[in-house]
């Protein structure tokens, strides 16, 4: 009787502890606010170690943390921007694995594998409540089957997980769009993006399955500039890496044009051009080139002009190059010199 | 002079650990008399192992170039201890280093082995002797840290031969270590620590590869490697904690874990390793999970090397993939052979062992331990398939996927709370069957405890559930093993009439491994409320400074002084001289820097980090240049906790070693 009321008292102060912690934490927030933060964790810096670029005090990391903030102020979501800047970036993959597609499993085997063990523990007890009265533990005769029961779990355990991996890692590669369909097609802005950016990407992942579009998108922009002795390399660095017909005709079509502007090299550049149409016939682009190569370099203004007017017997030209074939044409027909 | 010296102590080592094989083996088969004939082999392991580490440090100290380790990773400016460091800082000497330590392991288990000479410890040197003439016969072949270079380069061997005879042609200087290796003292005292524990493994590996091939059942393995085992699991506990803090300290990130790969793989091994602690306890004690037992020093060992394949293979790009070579592969066959092996012999020898023992009761301790072994078990399962996961697709489909920082710790901190709670419940329960009613009992005023210290974080430190969570918990962890002491001593004063502050040190005195124990649990709570603060508390910007210029920054006031260019003997360092003020007054003055090696010109920024007991001001020179400074200013609320609590699970680990020491001499004095 006398121990309790201390007893109840205790209780009391324990539950008023308990519904002060409850009250308290209504409405708390789940975590620290910095969105930025949160979201530059998510995307692996392409050219630190297995950085983020969240942590990660170079100078590629704070370009892109401030991409990330640029992307906040225009109201994209936390998956859109991830998904935005790892597809600018190659290199930049993206830290956390979504759960769904491919890596699902990574995130559910091991609550799956929590639940088996908590079974099997459960189990352990339960075969005891059978067997009752308990064998004494040390000279027992063995039932033949238990211990290996363990073994041939782990075994399979492991296979499951070698099983899963391997799968997973042909699924994907039937996947290369990493999940991100219909993101990723988005028209990404590289031109927020340094040169000097660019290059430090591809230098620090040349082996990377997506670095040729940024190796090309980089070329393009020197090319546009003028500045072709930079242009050349990345351009070459494309050929020689295998590339798709639709990436080997820009990279060709390219180089034919700064042989000839560049060094004046006509027979080369048609060359060039020539395999270019091999990758892609009729492509706009090389044909043009190649036209005003014939028409300014090699001064044979009737394949020029056959030349152009196969541009124009393409539909779906921008109105602008159209225009501008338009005039080339009129212009070599009636004999003019190329500007 | 030197390299043939290291070659002649590698080859010693070499011959030492295949005799030690053949010995150990034909002394496990068909005992001798009394342990003859293991002691010399050993002798020349141990010899040949520290003549070959005596001859890399001489040479690098004799800035001996004619050697290419020297040549390649050693440079004449190289300060003391880093010069020393070097030996181990490099692929080849990291081998040369756990020849050395995998020697006095089995030094060690000789030394015991002569007090009890029997078949379980011959053959356990025997298994010793394989993974010795596994590592020196690495060194001998794809790791010779002794090779001879025949083409020197500008600060570098550009060819070099295995075959100590031939004339050297030696550069005149060499390049120096990885300029992250040379920044900090700690980088040369944590590779040691973790290699200690990481070859500590090998201990209770090899007396359970033996003890299953000698067919003999029973908890003998357990009790002669116990030892080694908790002096692993201290000095990886230690490692791993010098590891973090080397990172924070000179990485500039602000962090201390970063999830990488070759992090991951020294947290698996520990893991487990905690695990094995725990489960052999109950073998010990109850006789159940003989085959589990079996299964965890297994893996345990298997993921040592499988750490030292991360590290020294270069197949990941991590910080520390600082070498790449032709010991991958090589590595990677040895894990399978360790794998096939041992999982093989135990499938081998599992119809004759006897059954475990089933539990009396879930509520218990060996169910406490045995929840605790699924949790490690499947935290350790998470870090291993997140580290490996991005290695095999990109192996298999050339694809890069990242997994990183997000997924583990949304993994682990679920895992981590369950373990806390598992930390506080579990000591105080009995073993065979708990009362959950007497339990329950015991922990109210620990729960009372965390309670009012969760309310309390509430109102004054943050709202945020991970505060609030991890400090109720870590509360919780140690008020319930803390009521336990002053319990028991307040029953025990009450028995015999005396003081209960005297009786404290009895108790403790009574079962010092269980106190130990709870020691490192305390240690690992205090860990977890430092990882809360400091992941959720830090604050952080960026501040474009020129000389005279000042920022306030959570409470300080940044001056930016003037920059500064130091010239040391083997690096240029820039920085910029910051004074801190808090309300007028001056705090302090820190250097955030950016140290140049050699011909290197990208630079490794240090930061500069003022600590207090509230938490680390921590401040990272972004860039500096002729207009002015970028500095990033960050806060680390609570870090030290992460330090002290990991200094204090090592110790547990230590004090648990003098107990079990003091425990032995107790009784064999008793049998004087």
Not at chain 2, 304 to 311: D, Y
Request: charged share 15%; hydrophobic share 50%; aromatic share 8%.
């Amino acid at each position: 009787m006398s121990d309790r009321w201390p007893r109840l008292l205790s209780w009391l102060l324990t539950a008023t502890l308990a519904v002060l912690l409850a009250v308290g934490m209504v409405g708390a927030p789940a975590g620290p606010a910095d969105r930025a933060t949160d979201i530059g964790e998510k995307i692996r810096c392409p050219v630190c170690q297995g950085e983020s670029i969240a942590a990660s005090p170079s100078q590629l990391a704070r370009d892109m943390m401030a991409m990330v903030d640029d992307l906040m102020a225009q109201g994209l979501s936390d998956d859109e921007i991830v998904a935005t800047i790892t597809a600018a970036y190659p290199g930049s993959e993206r830290l956390d694995p979504p759960l769904s597609g491919p890596t699902m499993w990574l995130w559910l085997l091991p609550a799956l594998a929590l639940l088996a063990g908590g079974w099997a523990i459960s189990r352990m007890r339960r075969d005891i409540a059978v067997n009752e009265p308990p064998p004494p533990p040390e000279d027992s005769p063995a039932p033949p089957n238990s211990n290996r029961r363990v073994i041939a779990g782990a075994g399979v355990l492991g296979l499951v997980f070698i099983g899963v991996v391997v799968f997973l890692a042909f699924n994907r590669q039937e996947n290369p769009d990493n999940g991100l369909s219909g993101i990723a097609d988005a028209p990404v802005d590289l031109s927020e993006i340094s040169n000097e950016t660019m290059e430090a990407v591809i230098s620090a992942n040349l082996d990377h399955p997506q670095i040729l579009s940024m190796r090309l998108a980089l070329a393009d922009r020197y090319f546009e500039e003028g500045d072709y002795q930079s242009a050349f390399p990345h351009y070459e660095a494309v050929l020689t890496a295998e590339p798709s017909p639709q990436l080997a005709v820009r990279a060709l079509s390219h180089l034919g044009w700064i042989v000839f502007d560049g060094n004046g090299e006509v027979e080369l550049a048609d060359s060039l051009f020539d395999r270019a149409l091999e990758a892609v016939p009729d492509d706009p682009f090389t044909l043009y080139l190649k036209g005003r190569v014939s028409w300014c370099g090699a001064d044979d203004p009737a394949q020029a002009a056959d030349l152009f007017s196969r541009v124009l017997g393409q539909s779906g030209l921008d109105p602008e190059v159209r225009q501008r074939v338009t005039n080339d044409l009129t212009a070599v027909q009636s004999g003019v010199t190329c500007p | 002079m030197l390299g043939l010296l290291g070659d002649l102590g590698i080859v010693a080592g070499l011959a030492g650990s295949v005799w030690l094989t053949w010995r150990g083996w034909r002394t496990a088969a068909r005992p001798l008399e009394e342990g003859a004939g293991l002691g010399s082999p050993l002798k020349l392991m141990v010899v040949g192992a520290v003549t070959a580490m005596a001859a890399l440090v001489g040479a690098l100290l004799a800035n001996d170039f004619s050697l290419e380790y020297v040549a390649n990773h050693h440079s004449r400016s190289t300060p003391f201890p880093f010069n020393v460091a070097t030996a181990w800082a490099a692929l080849e000497g990291s081998i040369v280093l756990w020849g050395v330590i995998l020697a006095g392991y089995a030094g060690a288990t000789y030394l015991a082995y002569r007090r009890n000479p029997d078949r379980l410890g011959a053959g356990a040197l025997a298994v010793m002797g394989i993974i010795g003439t596994f590592f020196f016969g690495l060194m001998i072949t794809v790791a010779d840290p002794f090779r001879v270079c025949i083409e020197a380069g500008a600060a570098s061997c550009l060819n070099a031969s295995p075959w100590p005879w031939v004339a050297a042609s030696a550069p005149a200087n060499g390049p120096g270590p990885n300029p992250l290796l040379q920044n900090h003292i700690l980088m040369a005292i944590h590779p040691p620590m973790l290699y200690l524990g990481y070859v500590g493994l090998s201990v209770p590996f090899a007396y359970a590869i033996s003890g299953l091939a000698l067919s003999q059942s029973g908890t003998g393995w357990l009790e002669r490697s116990r030892r080694s085992t908790l002096v692993a699991w201290s000095f990886l506990s230690l490692g791993i904690l010098l590891g973090g803090w080397w990172a924070y300290e000179v990485l500039s990130w602000g962090g201390y874990w970063a999830w990488d790969p070759v992090e991951n793989a020294s947290l698996m091994p520990w893991l487990i390793a905690t695990a094995f602690i725990h489960s052999s306890l109950v073998q010990m004690r109850r006789g159940s999970l003989q085959t589990w037992n079996y299964v965890l020093v297994f893996t345990a060992f298997a993921l040592t090397i499988l750490g030292t394949f991360l590290t020294r293979s270069g197949t990941i790009a991590s910080v520390h993939s600082f070498t790449q070579s032709a010991i991958g592969p090589v590595l990677l066959g040895f894990l399978l052979v360790v794998l096939l092996g041992s999982f093989g012999l135990l499938a081998l020898r599992a119809p004759q062992m006897e059954t475990s023992p089933r539990l009396e009761s879930l509520f218990s301790r060996e169910g406490a331990f045995l929840a605790n072994n699924l949790v490690l078990a499947i935290l350790t399962f998470v870090v291993l398939s997140g580290t490996l996961y991005p290695l095999v697709v990109e192996a298999i489909s050339g694809d890069q996927v990242g997994v990183g920082p997000p997924f583990f710790q949304r993994m682990a901190i679920p895992l981590a709370f369950m373990l806390l709670g598992l930390m506080a419940i579990g000591p105080l329960v009995a073993w065979g069957k708990g009362d959950p009613s007497q339990v329950g009992r015991k922990l109210h005023r620990a729960l009372q405890a965390a309670l009012a210290a969760a309310v309390l974080a509430m109102f004054t430190i943050s709202r945020l559930p991970a505060v609030v969570g991890a400090i109720g918990a870590a509360t919780f962890v140690i008020a319930a093993s803390l009521d336990n002491l002053l319990t028991s001593a307040g029953k025990a004063a009450k028995a015999r009439d005396g003081r209960a502050t005297a009786e404290v040190g009895r108790v403790l005195a009574a079962r010092p491994g269980y106190w130990a124990g709870q020691l490192s649990h305390a240690g690992v709570a205090l860990v977890a409320v430092g990882i809360a603060l400091s992941s959720s508390l830090a604050l952080h910007s960026e501040h474009r400074m020129s000389p005279g210029d000042a920022v306030s920054f959570a409470g300080y006031e940044l001056h930016y002084v003037s920059p500064f260019l130091r010239s040391e003997p083997n690096r240029r360092v820039e920085g910029a001289t910051i004074e801190v003020t808090r309300d007028g007054q001056t705090v302090t003055v820190l250097e955030p820097r950016a140290g140049f090696y050699g011909e290197d010109t990208t630079g490794i920024t240090t930061p500069a980090v003022h600590s207090t007991l509230a938490g680390d001001l921590y401040l990272t020179l972004l860039s500096i240049d002729s207009i002015g400074i970028v500095l990033r200013a960050e806060t680390s609320p609570g870090i030290w906790l992460i330090w002290l609590g990991g200094l204090t699970v090592a110790a547990g680990g230590v004090i648990s070693l003098s107990a079990r020491r003091r425990a032995r001499i107790g009784r064999e004095t008793a049998l004087v």
